[in-house]
Every structure is written in structure tokens, then in C-alpha cells.
């Protein structure tokens, strides 16, 4: 009994000594992820499972748009290289999948992680690494708290200034309509109630009522809605849910006017879901916000058509197409006003800056004590299968409603940002 | 050489072993410790009294949920803290054991398995319902390298550490009792409850104490892997999850600590090991193949592995071993159902 | 009322689908003694291959057919692949190998057809007929309606009033006195598959046109409900499946009406837990012998 363990002992004492260096933390000085031509990048996306339907599409849109970035040179003449990591969307795998980035691919920053309840689960991690978290791919209020996640920058228009947005527009179009609400039962829904509140004022919500996104269907929903005579339905859905609401109504032969948030009203998305011959009918005159650039025709979206037919394999351009690549602009850009030697903390400084502008319709507000991107939102209406911004825009702060003058970005130097 | 030794030795040689592993990999072996504390609980069931859970998940996050809640609550050193947190945990969990193993030690096979499935879906509503936190969950503290340490370890062999030892003490009593007279019960009833009930047992309690035995560590594993993650979420605890433990549990060898070992390990190292391989797929294969080439591998293999040895790793390496002439002692487990 | 009626309407129709995936879980059960796990990616599959029929013909009546087929084939491949290698009354290896079915197939559809939902639509009209201003049920309620009904009315047929349905049971009741008289066990096992999987093929075929659309994960969500309806009505009951089906549709579809729709599958568990509590083998469980 004795031998082996005190052989045991010996061995391990000597295996502690010698390898203690192999697990330690530190050591060299170089900033991880950047080498003289490369910056690596990582991301958590779900690749599979059932959320893989309505996302799966970003990181490669993003991909084509680093593709399309190389290709011309890259940034101060480093090449991007995305590291993509499934997560099913799962919090779980997304921690696993996080580490992994960070510990063994040692990217430079994590950029455009996906899901609230995902990326909640890797956020004290990063913080704790002091990884750079840019453009976190959800409207929670969860990734604006400068104080406490200092590195940690949001992406998405938050679910409350959307939710304001919308009430308003609903409210000037259509004084005295009687306002409902279906959100999706989390963070989402709660966000776009809050903003409806916001606006009409609590409890005058005629109906509210939310599903599970396991939900097969939203009869027993639509059916209290329509008994509660709703006329502006506010939804906080995603794609799916939208499309499975207003097929859902039009078989019940009502057709209230739909007021949806920007997750859940990509319209070549929802025309996939009810068919090309039904959407234009169904969706006319749906109310939508956004941010960025995607109106048909314009100078940003030939450019993302192009890099999509050429870097994406011609996959179908849709509104997650857009969204993909002004993600990965945002980042060139804040890469090339992060200098020639991009630290981790030069590449928070360039976003606290204050001077990236994005591509969006409305100024980026990123600010050393505001980690939020977009506080306004331009309203878009769809008009004969057309959706396209109407002009009216909406800044929310403090729990007021705004509205301001558009400012779209110009695009230049054919989209690759420089210094 | 008795259990508690034994389980000191091999305790030891695991920490030791962390010295080996970079941060990720020491990140992946608190994982899996805590898998195999919650495979070693439902091995033990399946295998001893044959009562199919397919919701050890979900006991698993009542031990995480107890241990965010319990050691955040406190308010001192950490290792107060920690054994706030644990205690919690295999209250928690615990006491949802008893609850389940009351219901379960009327039913038989599926329905015991539809029932254990049921409430695997039901979480995230209950994690919507009750406060949990709904989808984002609740964090459970960070536990930092201790400042003697702080040196000579990362954080994550740390939690490492942190995770191995609380595996081991989940693990030991439930090795004891499965030895003891405990053991011999479930057998029992396993092998003929009428018989049982003739010879003075009574298959109610035991099949209920058993279930309670093994819910217990899974709780602590779902506190383990709490301290590793940081973190208790419904979706971290789903269907998935949930089936991926019974494949470790089968896979491993019904009944087999060491089996439950194997089994953890596989589950949690295999699933990336394959996104590693297919990665190295050929990039024009299409965008499709992305997570799921690895997915389809890992199923194959599935498929695979049970069809040829349906025993399990255990039995195979049982096997081994009896056809050398010395045969090594393990407890013999070898009730197959 | 007008909502309670809307309601029950629309929990009548789902609760039809329910029972009759769970009709195919019970046949299974019947008639091989096992849980198929990877009876929603199979069904799964034959819809693709329904999909696939009915967009290359443009009849939805080939492409029924085919999917029906294909279930049919899917489930005596499996069968005679997979589940027959594996020992003999030892449930979990079965459970393992259908675990890993769920993930080849799943992984594999998503490779081949894509992650995204496809529509599909229905044959009849999904436009509910208005009863005093009240939606109750469409067309195509009524279709899935007729179509479960008609299905259990067969299989009721065939397992009770058929020699061969007697040869189905008594294989799986009795596999060792069935084959010295004569029976051809293997056979029966197949043939259980077959019709099991071909069943919840036509559920699910009944399901997609009124969700989101087909995707590799469309039918999980079914079969877990499903299972719990079969386990509430108990495994060994046909009628069993029926009611607990029905009565869980209406459950589901008024909790989430009435409360929410994050309370439904809180309601589900509660509704099985007192069932088993009262009785173990489910609503409609056969007598059991004395044990003590």
C-alpha cells in the first residue's frame, strides 16, 4: 500500500515542477491574435440545431465581407482571419466554445457573439480576460453597462428603444387605435412591452401576450387578441413567429396593422416563410425600424450584393445578409482607428472614441460612458413587396421619444474602411 | 485497499494530472468532472436498480441553481462560500430527488422515462415561472486563484482543482454505499421485487432512497460545473444534455464508476474533438457542413460503438481483464438490464 | 365563451396530431417492446421526402404517399439495421442507437436540404368556418381530423380483429411461446417498425403544413409531447392514446389562452404526475398481476 502511493507522490511532485510552466498564465508580451499580417478574430454562432434556421446565415455574411477585406488588402495590411464556433445556442457550448477562442486560438477580440442568453453566459468571462467584446449580436440592455463590463459594446437598436419607436409611429399614424403587444417570453418581449409603455403609457396595453419559442403555434394568442378588438399589433417576435402571426390572423380573416421590431420583420425572410405569392399581399403596409442600410438599390446594398455573389456563393440576400456585413465594417473600421499596432485596449479606446460611424442611417453613440451603438431608429414600411424607410426617425432617451433628421453614411473608398 | 483511500489516490492523481493541461483543456476536465459525478449518480440507478431517468439534467441545475443562489447569498471568505454553495447544492438537489423517487418508485421503465422527460422540458418554463432568472439564468460567484497560488496556476486549472475535488466527494459515498448493504438491496429488487418483498425488502423505499442517492450527485456536479462556468442556465440543462448523459452512462458500462469516468470524458471531450476534425473538412464542402459534419460523426460512432459492444467500455475492459490470468478486483457491477 | 370555444377548437385539432404520433409510439411499443427516441427524426426524413415528391409533381396526394412510404421503409430499415443486433431485452442500447439515429439524420437533412424552413401547404383551405362570428375549425382541422380518426379505426381493426394483429402482439408479449407456434417473430418486429414509423410519418406530414414550415427539427417538439401523451394513456392502449391526446391538446391549448404559453409545459408535467400518481401504467393500463 505505501509504495505506490509514495511513488505516486514523487512522480507527482516532479510532474507538478516540471510542468507548472505549461499551465501557467502570462508570459510573453505580444497582443494576442495579432501577428505582422493577421488579426484573428472568433465568434459564437448557432451553426445547428433549431436556431440555426433564422442566424445561421450572419457569420457568413460577415466571413465574405472579411473575404472581400482581404482580398483588397486587409487592414493596415493585416488580413482578418474570423474564427466561427458553433454553439447551437446553447449557453452551455457557448462557453466552451468561448474559452476555446480565447485560450486556445488566443483571438484578439470576440466579435458579434449571438443570443441573450448565450452570450450572457460567457460576458463575466470575457470581462474577467479582458477580451475585447464588440457588437454583441442582441438588443438586450444587458451589454450597455460600461461601469461594470467595460469591454463588453452592443450592436443591435436595444428592444426598448424599438419598442418606443414603434408605439409612436403607431400613435401619430393612428391616434386612438387600440394597441396590443405579442412578444416572445424573454428579455425580447419584455424589452418591446417596456417600449410600447413607454409611449402609451403602462397598463393601457389593450392585450399582451407572449409565446415560448418551442411554441408550435400561435392560434390560442391571435385568438385573444383579435377577441380584445386589437388594431395596431406591436410584435416582439423573431422571423418565424411574425410570419406564423400574420399567416395565423389572415386565416382568421382579420387583418389588424402589424408593427414589428427589426428581429423579426426582415422581409425576403418572411416572404421564405409564407411564400412568394402571399407575402406581398399579407405584408403590405407592415411597419418595421432599422438601422442600417438595406434599402433596395442603394449604394450600400449594391456593394454587400457584390461582395455576397462573390465571397458568399451567391447565398440569398436577406436582411441578415446586411446586418452580417455592417458588422464586419463596423469592426474593419475600428480595427484601422485602432493604429498600425492594435493593442487590446487601443481597440476599445477606437470604439470609445466616439468617431466610428458605422454605415447606419442614424449616428453610432458609442461613447467612453455609453456602450450602447444605436439610441434611434428609422421607420420602414412595406409597399408591394417593396420594404424601404419612409423617412420618419425616432431618437429614445430617458424614456422619451424624439424625432430627428436621418443621416445616412456615405460609402466610400469602396466600403473598406482606413484610417 | 478501501474506497476513501482509494478515491484520496486517484483524487491527487488527477490534480496532478491538471499540471499537464493547458487552460482549455483544464476548463474541458472540469467539465467533465462534473459530468461524471452526474453520470456516476445515474449509473449507479440505471445500473443497480434499473430505473431509467432521462432527467438528470435537470437535477444537475437544481444543484447548480442551489449553488449560485446559496454561496452568491453569503457573504465571506470563499471557501465559506464554496461549502455554502455545495451543501446547497446536494440540499437542492436532494430533496428533488426524493420528491421524483417518491413517483418513481411506482412506475416501470418508459414511464418513469416519460415522466424524467417531461420535466427536462418543463425547465425553462419553470426557469420563466419560478425566479430563476428565466433564459439568462443566474451567476454564481467567481471563485479567483487564492493569493499563495495565484503564482504558480491559472484560473482555469484552478477551477479545475475546485471541480475534481467536489466530483470526488459526490462520488465516494455513493461508491460506499453501493458496496454496502444498500447495494445489495437495490440488486435485490432489481433482480426480483417479489422475491425481494418476500425476503423483507421493500422495493418502495429502495427504489426511492436510490433515486435520492443519485440525484444528490448530480447536484453537486451541476454545482462543480457552476464553478467552472460561472453561470446556471435552463438552456445549458436541456433535452440534449439531458440524453447526452445517459449516452455517457451506457456508453461507459452500466453500474461502472469507472465506466461513468469514461463515459464523462467521451461526452464532453469527443463532441469537440469532431468539430476540431471536421474543420479540417475542405472548405469548398459548402457552408452546410458546419457543426453538423460533426454532429453526424458523433452519431455514426454512437451507432457504432452500442452495436458492437452494447456492455459498454466497462464490459469491454471487463473482458480484457478476465482473459488475462490475474484478474484485477473491481466491485462486480455486472447486472445488465 | 367565444374564447373558450375558439380554444377547445383549436386544441381539438392539435390534440388529434398528438394522439396519433402517440398512436405510433404505442404501436411500436405493442408490438417490439421498445421507445423508438428517433421516431421524430425519422418522421422527419419522410416528410423531406414528401417535400420533395410534391414540389417535383406538384400533387400533395404523391407526395402523402410518398412520405408514408418512405416512414414505412425508414422504419423496417432500422429494424432490420440497427435494432436487431442489439440484445434482447435490454432497453438502453436500443435508447443509444436511436440517440445516435436522431443525430446522423438530423445533421445529415441539415446538410442536405439546409437549416431553413421550407413551407409547406396544405391541401384544404386553413380558414376556420365562423360559427356565430366565432373561428372554430377550418377544412384542414377537419382533414387531420378524419385523416388520425381513420388511422386508429385501421390499426384498431387490424390488432383486434385480424389474425395478423394477433400475431403482431403476441410476438412482442410472448416472443419465445409465439415463434414454437409458429409465428415468425423477426417478421412481426418489422412490420411493428414499419407501421409505427409510417404512422407518425403521417402525423407529422399533418403537422408541418400548419407550423413554420419543414425543418430538420420540426417534429421534436411532437414527439416529446407525444411521448408524454402515450405514457398518460398508457403505452399498451390504443384508446389510451386517443383521450390522453385529445385531453392534452385542449390542456395545452387553454393554459396557454388562458395564463401563458410558458405554463403549458408546466401543465403537461403536472397533468402526468397525477395521473401516475393515481395510476401508474397510465389512464388506460391493463390489469396487472399480483405482485405481493
Redesign the interface.
Known amino acids: 500500500?505505501r509504495t505506490?502511493?509514495s511513488k505516486?507522490?514523487a512522480?507527482?511532485a516532479a510532474?507538478?515542477l516540471a510542468?507548472?510552466a505549461?499551465?501557467?498564465?502570462g508570459g510573453d508580451e505580444s497582443v494576442p491574435g495579432v501577428t505582422d499580417d493577421t488579426v484573428t478574430i472568433g465568434t459564437h454562432q448557432p451553426?445547428?440545431?433549431?436556431a440555426?434556421?433564422g442566424y445561421?446565415t450572419i457569420s457568413?455574411a460577415t466571413a465574405a465581407y472579411f473575404a472581400y477585406v482581404n482580398a483588397n488588402g486587409g487592414i493596415n495590411g493585416r488580413e482578418i482571419e474570423y474564427l466561427?464556433k458553433?454553439d447551437?445556442?446553447?449557453?452551455?457550448a457557448t462557453?466552451?466554445a468561448v474559452?476555446?477562442l480565447v485560450?486556445?486560438e488566443e483571438v484578439f477580440a470576440i466579435v458579434n457573439g449571438l443570443g441573450?442568453?448565450?452570450h450572457?453566459?460567457v460576458l463575466?468571462?470575457l470581462d474577467?480576460q479582458g477580451v475585447p467584446d464588440l457588437f454583441v449580436s442582441s438588443g438586450s440592455l444587458?451589454w450597455n453597462q460600461p461601469d461594470v463590463y467595460d469591454n463588453t459594446f452592443a450592436f443591435n437598436a436595444d428592444y426598448v428603444t424599438e419598442g418606443a419607436a414603434l408605439a409612436q409611429y403607431a400613435v401619430e399614424q393612428d391616434p386612438g387605435a387600440v394597441v396590443c403587444v405579442l412578444g416572445q417570453?424573454?428579455?425580447y418581449g419584455e424589452g418591446v412591452i417596456e417600449g410600447v409603455e413607454t409611449v402609451v403609457g403602462s397598463n393601457e396595453i389593450a392585450e399582451v401576450q407572449?409565446?415560448?419559442v418551442?411554441?408550435?403555434?400561435l392560434?390560442?394568442?391571435l385568438?385573444?387578441m383579435m377577441?380584445a378588438g386589437c388594431e395596431v399589433n406591436v410584435l416582439g417576435t423573431i422571423n418565424?413567429?411574425t410570419?406564423?402571426a400574420v399567416g395565423t390572423a389572415a386565416?382568421?380573416?382579420w387583418f389588424p396593422r402589424w408593427y414589428v421590431s427589426s428581429s423579426g420583420a426582415d422581409y425576403p425572410t418572411l416572404a421564405?416563410?409564407?411564400?412568394e405569392d402571399l407575402a406581398p399581399v399579407l405584408l403590405q403596409g407592415m411597419v418595421s425600424v432599422n438601422y442600417l442600410p438595406f434599402s433596395p438599390g442603394g449604394e450600400w446594398v449594391s456593394l454587400f450584393e457584390e461582395i455576397n455573389a462573390e465571397y458568399n456563393?451567391g447565398a440569398p440576400f436577406t436582411g441578415n445578409t446586411v446586418f452580417g456585413m455592417s458588422v464586419g465594417y463596423l469592426f474593419c473600421e475600428a480595427l484601422a482607428a485602432a493604429g498600425d499596432d492594435p493593442t487590446r485596449e487601443s481597440l476599445v479606446a477606437a470604439v470609445e472614441s466616439g468617431d466610428l460611424v458605422g454605415n447606419g442611417i442614424v449616428p453610432l453613440s458609442y461613447s467612453g460612458d455609453d456602450h450602447a451603438a444605436y439610441r434611434a431608429v428609422g421607420v420602414t414600411v412595406v409597399n408591394e413587396g417593396v420594404q424601404d424607410y419612409v423617412g420618419a426617425t425616432y431618437e429614445v432617451s430617458a424614456g422619451r421619444v424624439t424625432a430627428i433628421e436621418p443621416s445616412p453614411v456615405p460609402l466610400e473608398n469602396e466600403g473598406i474602411p482606413g484610417e | 485497499m478501501s474506497t476513501p483511500l482509494r478515491a484520496l489516490l486517484l483524487t491527487v492523481l488527477a490534480i496532478g494530472g491538471t499540471f499537464g493541461l493547458d487552460p482549455f483543456r483544464n476548463y474541458q476536465l472540469a467539465t467533465a468532472a462534473a459530468c461524471f459525478a452526474a453520470v456516476a449518480g445515474l449509473t449507479v440507478l440505471v445500473g443497480l436498480t434499473g430505473q431509467l431517468s432521462l432527467g438528470h439534467a435537470v437535477l444537475m441545475a437544481a444543484g447548480g441553481y442551489g449553488f449560485a443562489s446559496a454561496a452568491s447569498a453569503v457573504d465571506g471568505p470563499w471557501p465559506v462560500a464554496l461549502l455554502a454553495g455545495l451543501v446547497a447544492a446536494a440540499a437542492a438537489s436532494g430533496a428533488l430527488g426524493l420528491l421524483l423517487g417518491a413517483a418513481a418508485a411506482r412506475l416501470r421503465g418508459p414511464y418513469l422515462a416519460g415522466l424524467t422527460l417531461a420535466l427536462v422540458i418543463a425547465l425553462p418554463a419553470a426557469a420563466n415561472t419560478l425566479p430563476l432568472g428565466g433564459d439568462q439564468g443566474v451567476r454564481a460567484p467567481f471563485l479567483p486563484v487564492p493569493e499563495p497560488l495565484a503564482a504558480l496556476i491559472a484560473v482555469e486549472q484552478w477551477h479545475a482543482w475546485l471541480a475534481i475535488a467536489t466530483a470526488a466527494v459526490a462520488v465516494t459515498p455513493l461508491v460506499m454505499l453501493r458496496n454496502g448493504r444498500a447495494g445489495l438491496r437495490m440488486r435485490a429488487v432489481l433482480d426480483d421485487e417479489t422475491a425481494s418483498r418476500l425476503s423483507g425488502v421493500d422495493p418502495g423505499p429502495v427504489k426511492a432512497g436510490a433515486f435520492a442517492a443519485s440525484a444528490v450527485p448530480a447536484g453537486l456536479g451541476g454545482a462543480a460545473l457552476a464553478i467552472a462556468t460561472q453561470q446556471v442556465t435552463p438552456g445549458g440543462y436541456g433535452l440534449g444534455f439531458s440524453l447526452l448523459l445517459v449516452v455517457a452512462a451506457v456508453a461507459g458500462g452500466l453500474g461502472s464508476i469507472g465506466g461513468a469516468a469514461i463515459g464523462a470524458v467521451l461526452v464532453t471531450v469527443l463532441p469537440w474533438g469532431l468539430d476540431e476534425l471536421a474543420a479540417l473538412a475542405p472548405d469548398g464542402l459548402g457552408r452546410r457542413l458546419d457543426g453538423n459534419l460533426a454532429v453526424l460523426l458523433f452519431g455514426a460512432g454512437l451507432i457504432a460503438l452500442t452495436t458492437a459492444w452494447p456492455g459498454g467500455a466497462a464490459r469491454l475492459l471487463d473482458r480484457l481483464r478476465a482473459a488475462r490470468p490475474l484478474r484485477l478486483a473491481t466491485p462486480s457491477t455486472t447486472t445488465e438490464r | 365563451m367565444d374564447r373558450f370555444v375558439f380554444l377547445a377548437a383549436a386544441g381539438l385539432a392539435r390534440g388529434a396530431v398528438l394522439a396519433l404520433f402517440a398512436l405510433s409510439l404505442v404501436i411500436v411499443w405493442r408490438t417490439a417492446r421498445a421507445v423508438n427516441f428517433a421516431q421524430a427524426a425519422m418522421a422527419a426524413a419522410a416528410v423531406y421526402a414528401a417535400f420533395a415528391v410534391t414540389a417535383a409533381t406538384g400533387s400533395y396526394w404523391a407526395g402523402l404517399a410518398t412520405g408514408l412510404a418512405a416512414g414505412a421503409l425508414l422504419g423496417a430499415g432500422a429494424e432490420r439495421g440497427l435494432m436487431r443486433r442489439l440484445p434482447a431485452h435490454a432497453p438502453l442500447p436500443g435508447i443509444i442507437v436511436a440517440i445516435g439515429l436522431v443525430m446522423v439524420l438530423q445533421a445529415g437533412l441539415a446538410i442536405a436540404f439546409g437549416p431553413e424552413h421550407r413551407p409547406m401547404h396544405p391541401p384544404f383551405s386553413q380558414r376556420p368556418f365562423l360559427i356565430g362570428g366565432v373561428p372554430v375549425l377550418s377544412p384542414y382541422d377537419l382533414f387531420t381530423l378524419a385523416a388520425a380518426a381513420a388511422v386508429m379505426a385501421a390499426l384498431a381493426l387490424l390488432f383486434n380483429r385480424t389474425p395478423l394483429g394477433l400475431q403482431l402482439r403476441a410476438a412482442a408479449f410472448a416472443p419465445e411461446t409465439a415463434r414454437l407456434l409458429g409465428v415468425r417473430v423477426p417478421r412481426m418486429a418489422t412490420l411493428g417498425w414499419a407501421l409505427s414509423v409510417a404512422a407518425a410519418s403521417l402525423a407529422a406530414l399533418l403537422l408541418v403544413p400548419t407550423e413554420l414550415g419543414l425543418n430538420p427539427h420540426a417534429v421534436d417538439l411532437l414527439f416529446v409531447n407525444a411521448f408524454a401523451v402515450a405514457v398518460i394513456g398508457g403505452l399498451d392502449s390504443p384508446a389510451g392514446a386517443l383521450l390522453a391526446g385529445i385531453g392534452t391538446g385542449l390542456l395545452v391549448s387553454l393554459v396557454t389562452g388562458y395564463v401563458s404559453a410558458s405554463a403549458a409545459p408546466l401543465a403537461v408535467l403536472a397533468l402526468m404526475t397525477l395521473v401516475l400518481l393515481v395510476r401508474p401504467g397510465g389512464l388506460l393500463a391493463p390489469k396487472e398481476a399480483r405482485t405481493a
Open positions: 500500500m505506490p502511493t505516486a507522490a512522480a507527482l510532474a507538478a510542468l507548472a505549461c499551465s501557467t498564465p451553426l445547428t440545431g433549431p440555426a434556421a445561421s457568413a466561427v458553433d447551437a445556442y446553447d449557453p452551455a462557453q466552451t474559452r476555446e485560450t486556445e441573450t442568453p448565450t450572457s453566459a463575466d468571462y474577467q444587458t417570453d424573454d428579455d407572449t409565446y415560448s418551442s411554441s408550435e403555434d392560434t390560442a394568442q385568438g385573444a377577441a418565424g413567429f410570419a406564423m386565416q382568421m380573416e421564405g416563410y409564407l411564400g456563393d
